[in-house]
């Protein structure tokens, strides 16, 4: 889906397909680089990163696994309710792995800081993060996030993944929602 097939719901287009696949692979070199000998587990954090782990996955050149889990602190919200449960866990065992979430969007900070607890108490090498995007005005809870494609404005934004009511995830850029489609 292309922004002007939606554009009556969206009141501006932040980041474009080509700004993310270029920030992508220069995400992904930096990640070459640094995981080159190691044991890397990319997790996905599912259902906004598949597009972002997807394609960053594809970028990077270094042999990995993947794995997925869904973790909510929303629900049918465009706002975080700050309680995070466990909807898919992982498959792989984390010990002595370094593991890479991949996240689509840092709001709060909260649910992200909370999975990165849960996965450190499983015994990994190390736990990273690596972000499309992130809203620094809208953190609650510092996290310290290795890498990040873009920093934006605190909008409700969707596309590349990110959704409202699970729509607009197959939007190729990412843009911010009108306020009419969700109020």
């Known amino acids: 889906m292309l922004p002007e097939d939606i554009e009556g719901d969206l009141t501006k287009v932040l980041v474009t397909e080509e700004q993310i696949h270029d920030r992508l692979n220069e995400l992904a070199a930096q990640i070459d680089a640094d995981y080159h000998d190691k044991d890397v587990l990319l997790v996905g954090v599912l259902k906004g990163a598949v597009m972002v782990m997807a394609d960053l996955a594809r970028a990077l050149s270094i042999p990995l696994d993947m794995d997925w889990m869904a973790v909510s602190s929303y629900g049918a919200s465009t706002k ?72 934006i ?12 009511a699970e729509k607009y995830r197959n939007l190729r850029s990412v843009g911010i929602l009108a306020p009419h489609v969700y109020e």
């Open 153 to 164: 404005p605190n909008d409700f934004v969707v596309g590349y993944g990110l959704d409202f």
């Open 80 to 151: 975080s309710s700050g309680v995070v449960r466990i909807l898919k866990d992982l498959d792989a065992a984390l010990e002595g792995r370094h593991v890479l979430i991949v996240e689509d969007v840092i709001d709060s900070g909260v649910t992200l800081s909370w999975l990165r607890e849960n996965l450190l108490s499983r015994g990994p090498a190390s736990v990273e993060i690596c972000a499309l995007l992130r809203k620094p005005d809208a953190a609650k809870v510092e996290v310290d996030v290795k890498y990040v494609g873009f920093e």
